[in-house]
């Protein structure tokens, strides 16, 4: 079973970026989809980008025009590049294969972004 480790979040000021990271424990074979989700608290957990071996993406549209996610088929990692942040951009963050996998789910990385 492949598990995600997620790294880093950070507290940061709105308008700033940061760039999470992703390492799944194993190799990911083309043709899987792989996303970032993220949770607030008292929410659900939210879907924000999405991104396939060979490189096509989609993006929630809360976060589009400001979040970029990559992949390193290589590395076994996925990026998030986020810029612009807002505050209700606050969550923790995880990434999992897409459809999610239960067994799958990492710690995640909390990012705060303040006002």
Known sequence: QVHFVESGGGLVQAGESLRLSCTASARI???YILAWYRQAPEKQRELVATFRT???TTYSESVK???TVSGSTARNALYLQMNSLKP?????YYCNFSPSV???WGRGTQVTVSS
Do not use: I, M
Not at 88 to 92: K, L, N, Q, R, T
């Open 29 to 31: 074979f083309a043709g």
């Open 54 to 56: 060979g490189g096509s």
């Open 65 to 67: 025009g400001r979040f």
């Open 88 to 92: 209700e951009d606050s969550a923790v």
């Open 102 to 104: 239960v067994a799958s």
